[in-house]
């Protein structure tokens, strides 16, 4: 008991003396508040082990929780600056005039669009009541319908004068026994003999493709205007060459059409599409890595086998497509290349190869001829030539060339959209002429055109686009 009481006194005293040496500070804070700051000293350690303890990390925890909550308000990361009020409107607005410019071209494009559809609807309009009103037109010589109402004077039809020498056209030529059908057309019984007399003068003329000895050759009588096929997809595409194989053999089709993209150093795809309407949809079926490059838009293709120019050479290769391997390699005797005689839009055109009906072409020129036009025929196995023409037309002179029939046909410009064929060369003559057919150059750059004599089609590139023209051929006109 008496223990104790001792303990418990020992422990007054030292409390009390604790309190004596307890003190007590006040100030301002650093944000001129009233701040209390007690200092008491522990009865019983002399010193810390350690700064802080729990609670203090307690606090610091709370401090940077704090710090993180006062970033997210100002829009903030810890650590930045916050952004001031100033720039974020000026970044406000600059986002503002961007939008309000794109609606303004928005606008822009969409009245252009209403403007073009509004002249759209008025053609066919146009078209429309063009249509009724040539259907409502009588054909020429037709006698117009009697009225219901007016008296028939005489039912028995009237000859005009001189109609007795011309009544052997009244007979249906392809008329079947026990038809009952009249033997006379009203368009010759009522019309005029000189009308009768110029549709029997154009019936003499002979069927466009054909000739008097059958074999589909002719004269260059018309070129029809343009069908696109497609557009190349980028740069690469902006010449270039496509054909198609007249006597196509196995692995490949004649429906198959082949391309080549000619812009560029190192020129070596084949592409190969299964027919006009895969071409059309830019399917490849086939993709061929030549050995050589190519130079130029002059390739061609003829019995399963790619005839081109290899580049900065005189060299032609045979490129066999079954094997995919070359078949044939030969340097073009004298050839100019790689600048030297091109076309007149460029493109180190100096040899264009051609297959026509009578077989492989090259056309090129040679310094011995001082640029002038020169045709040899190849041998298609071997690339040998066979003999060549001499011509009086600079190579430079013209756009382009193409062979049709044995026969030379130059292209006056390679940029105007009406321009003409306007020379040809017989080979079977050995004599040259002027000439003057129609030609359109509806993309305005047309660097490859070359005769299709299977499909008797011409086929070109003009200014990324692959286009076709349909051709009529006739009788040469007398000499």
């Known amino acids: 008991m008496f223990l104790l009481v001792v303990l418990c006194v020992c422990g007054l005293l ?9 003190a007590m500070w006040r100030g301002n804070d650093q944000n001129g508040r009233c701040q209390y700051t007690f200092n008491v000293p522990s009865p019983s350690e002399t010193g810390c082990p350690q700064n802080g303890g729990p609670e203090v990390e307690g606090l610091k925890a709370r401090l940077s929780l704090l ?7 100002s829009g903030g990361e810890i650590g930045t600056p916050p952004v001031s009020p100033s720039k974020a409107q000026t970044d406000l607005q600059d986002s503002l005039n961007r939008a309000l410019g794109e609606r303004n071209l928005l606008r822009a494009e969409k ?3 209403e403007r073009e559809l509004e002249g759209l ?9 063009e249509t009724e009103r040539l259907r409502n037109k009588p054909c020429p010589g037709q006698t117009p319908a009697v009225p219901p109402s007016s008296p028939v004077q005489d039912s028995t039809p009237r000859r005009p004068a001189g109609f007795g020498s011309m009544s052997h056209l009244m007979t249906r030529p392809n008329r079947q026994q026990g038809d009952s059908s009249s033997l006379r057309d009203s368009a010759w019984q009522y019309g005029s003999p000189d009308f009768q007399e110029l549709q029997a003068i154009v019936t003499e003329v002979p069927v466009p493709g054909g000739t008097q000895d059958g074999t589909g050759c002719g004269d260059l009588v018309s070129v029809a205007d343009p069908v696109t096929h497609r557009k190349a997809d980028n740069i690469a595409g902006k010449y270039g060459v496509w054909m198609q194989d007249p006597e196509a053999s196995s692995p490949y089709g004649p429906n198959m059409v082949w391309r080549i993209d000619t812009v560029g ?3 070596r795809q084949l592409f190969g599409y299964d027919d006009m309407e895969q071409l ?3 399917f490849p079926s086939k993709v061929l890595l030549l050995p050589d490059p190519v130079e130029g838009t002059g390739a061609t293709m003829y019995r399963g086998s790619l005839y081109y120019q290899r580049r900065r050479s005189r060299t032609l290769i045979r490129y066999e497509l079954s094997s995919e391997s070359i078949a044939a390699r030969r340097e073009l005797p004298h050839a100019g290349f790689h600048g030297q005689f091109p076309y007149s839009w460029g493109g180190y055109t100096d040899i264009d190869l051609a297959v026509d009906e009578q077989g492989l072409w090259a ?3 040679t310094s011995k001829v001082k640029g002038a036009i020169v045709i040899a025929q190849l041998d298609p196995n071997s690339l040998e030539v066979r003999r060549t023409w001499e011509t009086n037309i600079r190579k430079n002179s013209v756009a382009n060339a193409f062979m049709i029939c044995g026969k030379l046909y130059t292209v006056g410009s390679y940029t105007s959209p009406d321009t003409r064929v306007n020379y040809v060369y017989d080979t079977a003559t050995s004599q040259g002429r002027a000439v003057s057919v129609p030609f359109k150059n509806k993309y305005r750059y047309n660097s490859m055109i070359d005769y299709n004599p299977a499909e008797k089609k011409l086929l070109g590139w003009d200014n990324f686009h692959l286009v076709s ?6 009788r040469a006109p007398a000499k």
């Open 469 to 474: 023209y349909d051709l009529r051929l006739g």
């Open 363 to 365: 056309i090129y020129s």
């Open 121 to 129: 609807q008025r053609r066919v309009e146009e078209m429309r009541r």
């Open 67 to 73: 710090e993180v909550l006062v970033a997210r308000l």
């Open 265 to 267: 150093s190192e020129v």
């Open 14 to 22: 030292m409390q009390s003396e604790a309190q004596d040496r307890a």
């Open 280 to 282: 059309s949809k830019g």
């Open 111 to 113: 009245e252009r669009l």
